[in-house]
């Protein structure tokens, strides 16, 4: 993204979630909107660990009540069953391991899986990671079904360009693999293209919901939440979480995970969820 970019898509910074709501529902106009939102540090906070990452009780009724109303896909990094577990939801669709693994309701027929031919690849390069960082304090080598991720955020900041290093030198050996960055994270996925953005066009155009009469509003607080971002554009309401960057295509921008979930609750009940919510 160039500068011109970046000053083109400059969001309201760290507005509270009222004081968005007139803009926001503004642009969605009269069309119906669908959600698309990230997990980790949007819908929960971000934990040292992955596995320590909790998601707030409020925020799991918020869920509830939103999909009882619209459609919500969460579109997450995590692998589908890790996901699906911290939600706890059947009423929501999943889009796992950075919208590769895509799975609705039950009853919804909706089923997407990209990237298996490089299940072989990634369970080598795990392992190989494994052996090559696990003497390293801190370093957590996340497998999943089709995608990997290495997590230095316990890691000693000394030793950040060394993980990187490693991750970098092990990725390059293996073509059929993409390697990205995130917030202290390096991702590995197949290198087809496909990301967090085509993941929701694909889950739009599956459920025939059109730009004419639905608004897709996509949260999320990476650097893989831009392609959500940017797939839908101006035909939808985009909303960054968080300070963690400062050039995002992101039209909004929310502080925390709590004001992420108030504006959220504006959709749902809203003068019951945005009460309960400022007592959290």
Do not use: N
């Not at 801190?138 to 497998?143: K, T």
């Not at 893989?224 to 979480?241: I, K, L, S, W, Y």
């Amino acid at each position: 993204m160039s500068t011109d970019d970046c000053q083109a898509h400059t969001p309201r910074d760290h507005a509270p979630a009222e004081a968005l709501l007139g803009p926001l529902k503004a642009r969605i106009g009269g069309r119906t909107p669908v959600f698309f939102l990230d997990f980790d540090g949007t819908l929960a906070p971000i934990a040292p660990r992955p596995e320590s990452a909790r998601l707030p009780e409020t925020t799991r009724g918020l869920l509830r009540s939103l999909s009882a109303r619209y459609v919500v896909c969460v579109v997450s990094g995590r692998g589908l069953e890790d996901v699906q577990e911290k939600i706890g939801l059947h009423s929501l669709f999943y889009a796992a391991d950075h919208g590769r693994c895509i799975v609705g309701p039950p009853g919804s027929e909706v089923r997407l899986e990209v990237g298996s031919e490089a299940r072989s690849a990634l369970r080598t390069v795990g392992r190989r990671l494994e052996s090559a960082l696990g003497t390293i304090q801190g370093v957590v080598v996340e497998q999943k079904d089709l995608s990997l991720s290495v997590h230095y955020r316990l890691v000693s900041p000394a030793l950040h360009e060394h993980v990187a290093a490693v991750v970098g030198e092990l990725a390059a050996l293996v073509p059929q693999l993409a390697l990205k960055s995130g917030k202290l994270v390096h991702e590995l996925r197949p290198d087809d293209h496909w990301d967090k953005g085509q993941a929701v066009l694909w889950l739009l155009e599956r459920l025939g919901l059109t730009s004419a009469e639905h608004c897709p509003v996509c949260m999320g607080d990476d650097l893989t939440d831009e392609d959500m971002f940017r797939a839908v554009g101006e035909q939808g309401v985009t909303v960054f979480v968080g300070d963690s960057i400062t050039c995002t295509e992101a039209l909004f921008r929310v502080h925390d995970v709590r004001e992420a979930a108030r504006l959220l609750a504006a959709f749902a009940t809203p003068s019951d969820l945005l009460g309960d919510l400022s007592q959290d």
